[in-house]
């Protein structure tokens, strides 16, 4: 009984969580403020709204083109529109139940492909590895371009650099401890970490045994470029974010991105988490809610749509199979 209500829990909260913090902004901010925000959106450059929908879909070309890279070494070559499908459901299953979209996408290539689901799922949770990895990277990138803001936001709070260096070595320290605890573990809480750790890196690292590996690096780096790239072009939308540099796109991005996983699809929290970013950067308030709104909803509702439309679609696409 304990068990169940902790999933239900698990599932819930999240959603629970969007929509307060949705609730919380609107009782934030005031009649004109909201009216301004409505205004941003309403007289936004929707031309660049469709492109930004258009580079989206294209990443998820790419990914499902880079999952068959993935189940080739395996034995098997699922129809290349199947593993688009089975995509968009799992990402429309995400809106709904956080991480239960990988769970379907696995089930929907077994039902349609006869893939045995622990090895579709295995392709996903290495896809992850590898999305994780690009994350990060991505994080280090945006954090080496904001060493002016960084330093600027110091120098006004009067931070101790002294102090800081401290806390730097004594958190490098703590590291080196906690990775040596993990490399003599036998039992317990360091061993599942050290295994955990492990698997991680053998997960990246057979990329690299694969024969068509160079392909398989290609998509993952278009599938980054393009999300990157889909956040890039909102900003022409809206006339006070059309010259943000690359640093402020990339710090918000994070920040979406951050957010995407904290709820279920950002609802809520992506428009803030960015909005809050972009006042970072000299844009109104206004103008970053309706940035974030119109980023979100539009990759959401592609995401709905076409989710939809694949779940519609499989059965009769296979019917003859």
């Known amino acids: 009984m304990r068990k169940k209500l902790i999933n239900i829990l698990k599932k819930l909260l999240p959603l629970l969580l969007g929509v307060f913090l949705?609730?919380?902004?609107?009782?934030?901010?005031?009649p004109t403020e909201r009216e301004n925000i409505f205004n941003a959106i309403k007289n936004a450059n929707y031309f660049w709204v469709i492109?930004?929908?258009?580079?989206?879909?294209?990443?998820?070309?790419?990914?499902?083109l880079r999952w068959n890279l993935l189940l080739q070494p395996i034995g098997y070559q699922p129809a290349l529109l199947n593993?688009?499908?089975a995509i968009f459901v799992g990402y429309l299953a995400n809106l709904g139940i956080p991480r239960s979209g990988e769970v379907l996408r696995a089930t929907t290539l077994t039902s349609y492909e006869k893939v045995p689901f622990q090895k579709g799922f295995g392709t996903i949770i290495a896809e992850r590895v590898i999305d994780v990895i690009m994350l990060l990277s991505i994080v280090l990138i945006t954090a080496i371009l904001q060493t002016e803001i960084i330093a600027d936001y110091f120098a006004e709070k009067n931070i101790n650099y002294t102090k800081l260096i401290i806390a730097g070595v004594i958190l490098i320290a703590v590291g080196v401890i906690f990775l040596l605890l993990i490399r003599k573990a036998k039992t317990g809480f360091f061993l599942k970490v050290k295994n955990f750790v492990f698997e991680l890196l053998e997960g990246a690292l057979s990329i690299f045994k694969m024969k068509n590996k160079w392909l398989f690096i290609f998509h993952t780096l278009c599938i980054w470029v393009l999300y990157i790239a889909?956040?890039?072009?909102?900003?022409?939308?809206?006339?006070?974010?059309?010259?943000?540099?690359?640093?402020?796109?990339?710090?918000?991005?994070?920040?979406?991105?951050?957010?995407?996983?904290?709820?279920?699809?950002?609802?809520?929290?992506?428009?803030?988490?960015?909005?809050?970013?972009?006042?970072?950067?000299?844009?109104?308030?206004?103008?970053?809610?309706?940035?974030g709104w119109i980023m979100w909803t539009s990759q959401t509702l592609m995401v709905v749509v076409f989710g939809a439309l694949a779940f519609l679609f499989l059965p009769i696409y296979n019917r003859n199979k």
């Open 51 to 64: 492109i930004s929908v258009i580079l989206g879909f294209l990443s998820h070309f790419s990914r499902a």
């Open 22 to 30: 949705i609730w919380y902004s609107y009782n934030n901010t005031t």
């Open 230 to 291: 889909m956040f890039w072009v909102i900003k022409f939308s809206i006339p006070e974010t059309a010259s943000l540099p690359l640093n402020a796109i990339l710090a918000s991005f994070v920040a979406g991105a951050f957010a995407m996983s904290a709820t279920n699809g950002g609802i809520g929290l992506y428009p803030i988490a960015v909005s809050k970013i972009l006042l970072i950067y000299g844009v109104s308030e206004a103008s970053g809610d309706a940035f």
């Open 83 to 85: 593993n688009f499908m």
